[in-house]
């Protein structure tokens, strides 16, 4: 029976890979101030408006600065704080577990598996298998319901 469960979180993984083979989510910048780091992610461009502003008004410390290329690993998913746009990003526990809840939340509905973004999302969670003990049996769930949408 537990081997079935984990097949299901394989599973779920390979389908979420092909949906996500031509995808990559840009990587968050962060801003360096005087030698401090500011709070906040940006995408590029936004960082490089924030940047040019920064500059004209006076500040000549400054960086932009570019994450590593698997993003923060974070309690939710990362954004840009001007634009919103969703950047990459890995799940702490915490994230991992409010992520859960959140499509827990919407059991009835449909996961909209033809949005890359939200197979990203899905697969941001489903990685953390191994990891995450306290939150298998839910990420098995989330693994048959993503097989099942399929
Ligand atoms: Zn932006």
Do not use: W
Request: net charge negative.
């Amino acid at each position: 029976m537990k081997e079935n469960k984990v097949n299901y979180v394989d599973a779920a993984l390979k389908i979420l890979e092909k949906k996500l083979e031509d995808f990559e989510l840009p990587t968050p910048y962060y801003m360096v101030v005087d030698g401090h780091d500011f709070e906040g992610d940006y995408c590029y461009d936004c960082g490089l408006k924030e940047y040019d502003k920064l500059r004209n008004e006076g500040n000549t410390d400054l960086a932009l600065r570019r994450e590593c290329s698997s993003g923060y690993i974070s309690d939710t998913p990362t954004h840009c704080q001007e634009c919103q746009k969703m950047l990459t990003y890995t799940l702490t526990e915490e994230g991992v577990k409010s992520e859960l809840n959140h499509f827990d939340y919407f059991n009835d509905h449909e996961l909209a598996l033809n949005s890359q973004h939200e197979c990203f999302a899905l697969r941001a969670i489903l990685n953390r298998y191994h990891e995450y003990e306290d939150s298998k049996e839910d990420m098995e769930k989330l693994a048959f319901r993503i097989v099942s949408s399929a």
